[in-house]
Nanobody, 129 residues
Framework: QVQLAESGGGLVQSGGSLRLSCAASGRIFSRYIMGWFRQAPGKEREFVAT????????YYADSVKGRFTISRDNAKNTVYLQMNSLKPEDTAVYYC??????????????????????WGQGTQVTVSS
């Protein structure tokens, strides 16, 4: 089992940047495919980005491609989401998830939240216009 804890959220103006972190504890972090998802009020949780176990493969939602970057440091048991050029429509609670899979990950096949067995409590990101 793995425990996840997000941090780094906050209030930022449109065009600004934030860096989210997700610290993991418990079982070996490098065995998990990691993903970031977000949920805006009244909306379903949606995929944002995913990264493979080794960190060499990533996949992004079209809405954030070119603005957000997912990365991980397996030595620190942490996955990051660097968010640049933020827009008001990026406002949401951001969650990190861990997926225990049989392949390396970081692809289109990791975009469904029901594949992720572990979740953090979420961190609020608010972008003002």
């Amino acid at each position: 089992q793995v425990q996840l804890a997000e941090s780094g959220g906050g209030l930022v103006q449109s065009g600004g940047s934030l860096r989210l972190s997700c610290a993991a504890s418990g079982r070996i972090f490098s065995r998990y495919i990691m993903g970031w998802f977000r949920q805006a009020p009244g909306k379903e949780r949606e995929f944002v980005a995913t990264i493979s176990r080794s960190g060499d493969s990533t996949y992004y939602a079209d809405s954030v491609k070119g603005r957000f970057t997912i990365s991980r440091d397996n030595a620190k048991n942490t996955v990051y989401l660097q968010m640049n050029s933020l827009k008001p429509e990026d406002t949401a609670v951001y969650y990190c998830g861990a997926r225990d899979g049989i392949y390396s990950g970081g692809s289109y096949y990791d975009t469904e939240d029901h594949f992720y067995g572990y979740w953090g409590q979420g961190t609020q990101v608010t972008v003002s216009s």
